[in-house]
């Protein structure tokens, strides 16, 4: 019961960072908890964990969905800012729901049988995180565009920056928020945008992953409730610090710091 709550509290407070809540929680239980899980455990179980820091981010952004889910039933009648938010969410969900699903197959097929110690996929989360760090790094100016003039192109490379988060290692708004503002948009907006699309794609995640195996355990609602506290007491200071400060040279180090772990 104590390692879920270790569990949910990295995913609480790494879900906001830029740096892969996965990844994380595969190196605690690997490096820290020195657990016995395959790779593809560890993934079903962070996937798990992201619903209680999807239920924080939920309240968190609770006007802005509602005005998107009474959006989908009056579409017509939105704003333009609405109309274009619904349509940007749709297609990037779908378009990383079919990257992400394919990577995770792909990938955790190959670290199951390949990766007994667990060395390979620490190295390739090392890997990712610099690539995450390099992109965070070159993306850092805020640029000048807004809800209003989201285009169906800009969804569809979201969804693609999306769907490679699946990958351990790459961090889901570090990918996200680095693309939106190397398509010019404000850095505010960016930020919002890239945590209202984790919402639709945890939920259908976790549907399509464990529709046929899901129960809740004590020990695993200790996670979730775990994930859910952390997440909403940080959820607001690590977006006001994420907005002024570029975490790329931590997300640099950090993956080297990984890459060296493997060898110790």
């Not at 994380?24 to 016995?36: P, Q, V, W």
């Not at 670290?111 to 995450?132: E, H, K, P, V, Y």
């Not at 939106?180 to 976790?206: Q, T, Y």
């Amino acid at each position: 019961m104590f390692e879920q709550f270790v569990l949910g509290a990295v995913q609480g407070f790494a879900e906001w960072l830029p740096v892969s809540s996965e990844g994380m929680i595969i190196l605690t239980k690997k490096n820290l908890l020195h657990s016995t899980d395959t790779f593809g455990e560890s993934i079903r179980q962070a996937l798990f964990l992201h619903l209680g820091t999807f239920l924080a981010a939920f309240i968190y952004f609770f006007k802005d969905v509602i005005i998107l889910i009474k959006g989908l039933f009056a579409f017509k009648s939105q704003s333009i800012e609405t109309r274009n938010t619904i349509i940007f969410l749709f297609v990037a969900t779908f378009v990383s729901g079919l990257l992400g699903l394919a990577l995770l197959k792909g990938v955790g097929n190959m670290a199951d049988q390949f990766d007994s110690n667990g060395r390979i996929i620490t190295g390739l989360i090392g890997f990712l995180l610099i690539g995450t760090g390099l992109l965070e790094l070159r993306a850092k100016h805020s640029g000048h565009r807004f809800l209003n003039n989201i285009t169906l192109t800009d969804g569809l490379l979201l969804g693609i920056a999306q769907g490679f988060a699946a990958l351990p290692g790459f961090s889901r708004s570090g990918l996200t928020v680095s693309a939106l503002l190397l398509r010019k948009f404000d850095k505010a907006c960016a930020l919002k945008l890239s945590f209202l699309m984790s919402l639709p794609i945890v939920l259908a995640g976790n549907i399509v992953l464990h529709a046929s195996e899901l129960h809740f355990s004590m020990e695993g609602l200790v996670g979730l409730a775990s994930a859910f506290v952390f997440g909403l007491a940080t959820i607001h200071i690590l977006l006001k610090v994420a907005e002024k400060i570029n975490f790329g040279i931590f997300v640099l180090l950090f993956g080297i710091i990984t890459i060296i772990s493997c060898f110790i």
